[in-house]
């Protein structure tokens, strides 16, 4: 297989209407409240859909899983109970963020995804993987357990996805990666994603993929530098705790709170709910459930909303005037995301990242890349 030097096309869709997508998948979009498609998703998911393979260099934020989802949900056969398409991720968090992202886009489609994680009771996945989906969002280490006990079969994988690439170079996945793709058909369409592009990278485009599409995107980075920003220390299991007591706190008019995946969503705002007036924004939710929290937070009926990244992804939300990470943000381009809903059009803002035991390589991270600007907050959430 050869890299390829084609080049994508100059001209892209400005709205999602301008695709030519199911209506299932559309009903889909418009539930996430997506209006137009970001620059990657313009370029990558024509292409996708025509069954190109692809490099695409994109920084996170930019709107790359909805990039592939949609014409993975799209080109797959759902009355086929059988893997189809193969998704793989370098840690657990983005497996089930992806899960997630890719559940809320095939919903009306009947799309089932299986998310294949270590540090999961494997016998749960072979639960899973009995009612025949039609993706997995896979690590790799944990992928290859289940090919060796013969419980996943990838010689009936039509589409790969490898997303993060550099983060699985980082993490020593490479070998593991090939040893995969190897498993699958040749015939198989594949794309990468990647925020960089270091040259065992490319070696993987250059070995595995066919006259791939190159396309790279560079968008100007949100600043941050008008938000005071705060960190907390603070134990896994006192995360609920902390967070009550930076409500009681800070001076919170309207504050976006986010966390990883749509079940931790659910289970924060319920402990919140308890004292608080408390919406939900996440990917699983139907359009109408969606607009009645995104009005009742606008008119401060509920000031505090508990949110994925992906549904808050894109929406023209009121003044924000806290932004709190309970979940560590995967990379420091995440954080910015996030952290730049709130200090907008000259207002003041703050965002405070909780800093659990397992957050440490994040959060060296982003003191880097932030430096003084980036304090420890004055509360102490253990005195009495």
């Given at each position: 297989?050869?890299?390829?030097?084609?080049?994508?096309?100059?001209?892209?869709?400005?709205?999602?209407?301008?695709?030519?997508?199911?209506?299932?998948?559309?009903?889909?979009?418009?539930?996430?409240?997506?209006?137009?498609?970001?620059?990657?998703?313009?370029?990558?998911?024509?292409?996708?859909?025509e069954g190109r393979d692809l490099v695409g260099q994109a920084q996170t934020g930019s709107g790359k899983t909805g990039a592939f989802g949609i014409p993975l949900v799209e080109r797959l056969d759902p009355t086929r109970r059988m893997l189809q398409v193969l998704v793989l991720v370098p840690t657990r968090e983005l497996a089930l963020q992806v899960a997630d992202d890719l559940r809320a886009l095939g919903r009306y489609r009947g799309v089932a995804i299986v998310a294949l994680f270590g540090g999961q009771a494997i016998e749960r996945?072979?639960?899973?993987?009995?009612?025949?989906?039609?993706?997995?969002?896979?690590?790799?280490?944990?992928?290859?357990?289940?090919?060796?006990?013969?419980?996943?079969?990838?010689?009936?994988?039509?589409?790969?996805?490898?997303?993060?690439?550099?983060?699985?170079?980082?993490?020593?996945?490479?070998?593991?990666?090939?040893?995969?793709?190897?498993?699958?058909?040749?015939?198989?369409?594949?794309?990468?994603?990647?925020?960089?592009?270091?040259?065992?990278?490319?070696?993987?485009?250059?070995?595995?993929?066919?006259?791939?599409?190159?396309?790279?995107?560079?968008?100007?980075?949100?600043?941050?530098?008008?938000?005071?920003?705060?960190?907390?220390?603070?134990?896994?299991?006192?995360?609920?705790?902390?967070?009550?007591?930076?409500?009681?706190?800070?001076?919170?008019?309207?504050?976006?709170?986010?966390?990883?995946?749509?079940?931790?969503?659910?289970?924060?705002?319920?402990?919140?709910?308890?004292?608080?007036?408390?919406?939900?924004?996440?990917?699983?939710?139907?359009?109408?459930?969606?607009?009645?929290?995104?009005?009742?937070?606008?008119?401060?009926?509920?000031?505090?909303?508990?949110?994925?990244?992906?549904?808050?992804?894109?929406?023209?939300?009121?003044?924000?005037?806290?932004?709190?990470?309970?979940?560590?943000?995967?990379?420091?381009?995440?954080?910015?995301?996030?952290?730049?809903?709130?200090?907008?059009?000259?207002?003041?803002?703050?965002?405070?990242?909780?800093?659990?035991?397992?957050?440490?390589?994040?959060?060296?991270?982003?003191?880097?890349?932030?430096?003084?600007?980036?304090?420890?907050?004055?509360?102490?959430?253990?005195?009495?």
């Amino acid at each position: 297989m050869s890299v390829g030097t084609s080049v994508a096309p100059q001209e892209a869709p400005e709205k999602f209407g301008d695709l030519p997508i199911r209506p299932e998948t559309r009903r889909a979009i418009q539930a996430l409240g997506w209006s137009q498609p970001t620059p990657i998703q313009q370029r990558v998911i024509p292409l996708l859909r025509e069954g190109r393979d692809l490099v695409g260099q994109a920084q996170t934020g930019s709107g790359k899983t909805g990039a592939f989802g949609i014409p993975l949900v799209e080109r797959l056969d759902p009355t086929r109970r059988m893997l189809q398409v193969l998704v793989l991720v370098p840690t657990r968090e983005l497996a089930l963020q992806v899960a997630d992202d890719l559940r809320a886009l095939g919903r009306y489609r009947g799309v089932a995804i299986v998310a294949l994680f270590g540090g999961q009771a494997i016998e749960r996945q072979f639960a899973e993987l009995k009612r025949r989906p039609h993706i997995a969002v896979a690590t790799p280490g944990r992928l290859l357990d289940h090919t060796q006990r013969g419980t996943v079969r990838l010689d009936t994988i039509s589409t790969v996805i490898l997303d993060e690439a550099d983060r699985m170079l980082d993490m020593g996945f490479l070998p593991d990666v090939s040893r995969i793709l190897a498993l699958t058909p040749a015939s198989r369409q594949t794309a990468l994603f990647s925020a960089t592009m270091p040259q065992a990278v490319r070696a993987i485009a250059e070995r595995q993929m066919r006259n791939p599409v190159w396309i790279r995107i560079t968008a100007p980075q949100p600043t941050v530098d008008s938000v005071t920003q705060y960190y907390l220390e603070v134990a896994e299991e006192d995360k609920v705790k902390a967070l009550r007591r930076v409500l009681r706190h800070e001076p919170v008019e309207s504050a976006l709170v986010f966390r990883r995946t749509q079940y931790r969503v659910d289970r924060l705002a319920k402990a919140l709910g308890r004292e608080h007036s408390v919406g939900v924004l996440h990917g699983g939710m139907r359009q109408g459930a969606r607009l009645a929290a995104l009005r009742a937070f606008a008119e401060k009926r509920t000031p505090i909303l508990v949110v994925t990244n992906v549904a808050s992804r894109g929406l023209d939300l009121p003044e924000i005037s806290h932004v709190i990470n309970f979940d560590m943000p995967e990379d420091v381009d995440t954080y910015v995301h996030r952290v730049g809903r709130t200090a907008r059009a000259g207002r003041p803002g703050t965002a405070i990242t909780f800093v659990g035991q397992h957050d440490i390589e994040v959060f060296d991270q982003l003191r880097k890349a932030l430096g003084p600007s980036l304090k420890r907050h004055p509360l102490n959430i253990y005195a009495s």
